[in-house]
């Protein structure tokens, strides 16, 4: 064979196993965005959830959501499905920024014109004072996936992580591969951190050392700082009236961070709580605020760090959530409804 001919022949089987791997992924749809892909048995596979929770969020099974960051991963869907007779998909990502939040949020509810109920978590994600709010973290955001066109999306699909993952789902078909997320998103992510350990929980709790007397601040919302800028605001009361109607009970739950937490910014929640209540009122939707003094932020056992909360936790309060929006108004000493 002369050189001409090699060349040939060697650029032909790059054309061929470069048309053959895009065509993989295109048919195996590893994300689930592709119109003509094969009908797979498909599963969240990403390990990044911006990629994983889009399929979701366009999912007609479900008829309720939790948008929020990895503070309200834990509350396990199927509890509340029994709970609230409803269908929820728990759609919170870990570290989402507020816009990445309300990127998942629009996207639900532009496909689910009629939900039951929508929580949406209220935590660090939305009390940050700053004038220009901050998008993305340091994980891939694929914007390309958050609108209605799916025959665009196949332009960002010829990557090494489309195929990686494409090879991910084929290994979870062929049953050599758990889901990375359940197909309501919910994963229980404290079974990566081992035992749970008091003396390691202690030093995340208090890194500097357990200080005496300290108590968890009632944070009751108060306006004392008109000047301050909660840049997220604005993006939240934007789409809460885009979106209001859609949702029988949309619901805003302030999360229970732990109380020495707490006390290192309480005047920043203070001020954050105020203006967050005053959207809600102007959205008609309600409020749920963990973000106090009670039996679950003053408890060390209740936390594995600062800002997450134990499955046992979790539990309580779903329950605390679900006993809320059948009967509104039915307060509990570990929160405040408004």
Not at 80 to 105: D, G, I, P, W
Not at 124 to 142: A, G, N
Not at 257 to 285: D, N, P
């Amino acid at each position: 064979m002369g050189s001409r001919a090699f060349i040939r022949t060697l650029l032909g089987a790059f054309v061929v196993l470069t048309l053959g791997t895009y065509l993989l992924i295109l048919l195996v749809d590893p994300y689930c965005n592709v119109p003509f892909s094969l009908p797979l048995d498909r599963a969240p596979i990403s390990t990044n959830q911006r990629f994983a929770y889009p399929t979701l969020a366009r999912d007609r099974a479900f008829d309720s959501v939790i948008i929020g960051s990895s503070t309200l991963r834990l509350l396990n869907p199927d509890n509340l499905n029994t709970a609230l007779a409803a269908s929820f998909a728990n759609l919170a990502m870990n570290s989402a920024t507020a816009y990445e939040q309300m990127r998942l949020y629009d996207l639900f509810m532009r496909h689910h014109q009629e939900t039951k109920f929508t929580v949406i978590g209220i935590d660090d994600s939305w009390c940050k004072r700053e004038s220009v709010i901050e998008k993305y973290t340091f994980r891939q955001f694929p914007e390309w996936m958050y609108d209605d066109n799916r025959w665009n999306d196949l332009f960002y699909l010829f990557n090494d992580k489309a195929l990686e993952n494409t090879v991910r789902l084929l290994e979870y078909i062929g049953g050599a591969r758990r889901a990375k997320y359940e197909k309501n998103g919910y994963r229980d992510f404290t079974v990566d951190f081992g035992g749970y350990d008091r003396d390691v929980v202690a030093k995340r709790l208090y890194p500097k050392g357990r200080p005496s007397g300290t108590e968890v601040p009632v944070i009751r919302p108060r306006s004392d700082h008109p000047e301050w800028e909660f840049a997220a605001h604005a993006l939240l009361e934007k789409s809460l009236r885009e979106h209001n109607g859609k949702s029988a009970q949309t619901v805003l739950v302030f999360t229970p961070m732990h109380g020495a937490y707490l006390v290192k910014s309480s005047k920043t929640y203070t001020e954050c709580k105020a203006r967050i209540l005053h959207i809600a009122s102007t959205s008609g939707v309600r409020v749920l605020d963990f973000m106090v003094d009670s039996t679950i932020t003053a408890n060390d056992d209740n936390y594995w760090d600062p800002l997450h909360f134990t499955s046992d936790t979790a539990r309580v309060i779903e329950g605390d959530i679900a006993r809320e929006l059948l009967s509104p108004g039915s307060t509990s000493e570990r929160y405040l409804a408004y």
